[in-house]
């Protein structure tokens, strides 16, 4: 496997920490970055105060999170051990560089990228960086601030995840973004619906326990069970990812308790998914948050509208968080006679999914819903 480079920046005030200790320590925000960060790869530390870089650093193994950590008042609980390669040297008007070469701080280098970085620190006189690709934009997808998700592939980086194959396979940066923003490594993720693994591979790279389900499991680390019958213990998980069927529209197997046989004009279809959300809730711990991947259907001139209501009944026990729309690419009806069918016939081909983020109630805020104040009234 190629290697890669990271910068990690640091202050004035953090700078002789991180380099007499040989270790870069990150918040949240930066922690998705530091775990794709492998044994070996480059590592270099850039002062954002002074505009100075420093390198070159190799990563003497992958990054840890400790909650515990005692440096800079806990800040910055992620963090990866490092080694100079030779001796620490240091490039001056760092800005200069990155805006000359057109890369940033933030991005992942190429194997190229890094070494280039590492020529000029090694005061190598001669660097040809034209034509060159210095920066791996696909290593690892961005993790969205808007409630608008579009990435252009299913899978990400070096390995599989999922099998892009498998009808209905869930695009991994979804559930990479959400693993980082509702768990921290160590935490334990469950899909009860896992079809191709897509969640398994993605929590297994980002360093999170997984357990995984399925009607008909596909490969052996997922394990034979109904979504609506969890072999799990109450109050057991961190959080919880599922990509349902959104009716009869794909055929995933035959098997009679596979809700995906039941066409989404039944309401037994929402009451049988109603049946996962309650099964959900069970063993989710209080606070923790469930994540429902759902599409809408159009089919023969009727239009359900399936990702509403699965937010009304998940909304029936659940917490909103906010709601996610997906844009839907690689569908099987992206195609020039497809696109003319629905201006031809004044119809709409389905554009987005909706990413439904919610979480199981506290016991605090299960005492607010079931509240009954009993108002006084005044004559005015
Ligand atoms: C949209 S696919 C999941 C795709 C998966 N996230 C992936 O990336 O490959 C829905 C899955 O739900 C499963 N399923 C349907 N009914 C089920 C049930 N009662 N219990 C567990 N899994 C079920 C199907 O077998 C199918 O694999």
């Known amino acids: ?81 490092v080694e100079p390669i030779k001796e620490i040297k240091k490039i001056n008007n760092a800005k200069q560089l990155f805006k000359k070469w057109s890369i940033s701080w933030k991005d992942i280098l190429t194997e190229k990228g890094a070494l280039s970085l590492k020529s000029v620190l090694d005061r190598e006189i001669f660097i040809d960086i034209k034509g060159e690709k210095l920066v791996d934009e696909n290593y690892r997808p961005p993790i969205f601030s808007t409630t608008l998700w579009d990435y252009p592939t299913q899978s990400y980086g070096d390995t599989k995840k ?145 990702g509403l209501k699965i937010y009304e009944r998940l909304t029936k026990y659940f917490i909103p968080i906010d709601i996610v729309c997906v844009i839907r690419r690689h569908q099987t009806s992206n195609t020039p006679f497809w696109h003319s069918k629905a201006l031809q016939h004044n119809f709409y081909l389905r554009g987005f999914k909706y990413l439904i983020i919610v979480k199981k109630p506290s016991r605090k805020e299960k005492k607010i819903k079931d509240l009954k104040i009993s108002w006084s009234y005044y004559e005015r």
Not at 23 to 31: D, E
Not at 182 to 203: F, H, K, N, R, W
Not at 208 to 214: E, K, L, P, Q, S
Request: charged letters at 30%; a negative charge; aromatic letters at 12%.
């Open 162 to 306: 999922g099998d892009n194959k498998y009808p209905g396979v869930t695009p991994a940066f979804i559930i990479y973004n959400l693993i980082w923003r509702y768990t921290e490594p160590g935490d334990l993720v469950c899909d009860p619906m896992a079809g191709s693994g897509t969640t398994i591979d993605v929590c297994k790279e980002e360093k999170r326990n997984v357990i995984a389900f399925d009607i008909v499991p596909t490969r052996e680390d997922i394990i034979e069970a109904d979504a609506r019958n969890l072999p799990l213990k109450d109050n057991s998980v961190d959080m919880i990812f599922i990509d349902s069927p959104y009716g009869d529209n794909i055929k995933y197997n035959d098997h009679p308790l596979n809700i995906g046989n039941i066409p989404a004009t039944k309401e037994e279809f929402f009451d049988e998914l109603e049946k996962v959300m309650k099964e959900c809730l069970r063993v989710l711990k209080e606070g923790k948050v469930l994540a429902w991947l759902i599409g809408d259907q159009w089919a023969k001139g009727f239009f359900i509208p399936v």
């Open 1 to 81: 496997m190629k290697k890669h480079g990271f910068i990690f920046v640091c202050t004035k005030k953090s700078e002789s920490e991180m380099l007499s200790k040989n270790i870069i320590l990150t918040g949240k925000i930066y922690a998705p970055k530091l775990f794709a960060v492998r044994e070996g790869d480059y590592l270099f530390l850039y002062n954002l105060d002074t505009d100075i870089l420093w390198g070159t650093f190799r990563a003497k193994g992958e990054a840890s999170y400790d909650k515990s950590l005692k440096i800079f008042d806990g800040k910055y609980p992620y963090y990866i051990l």
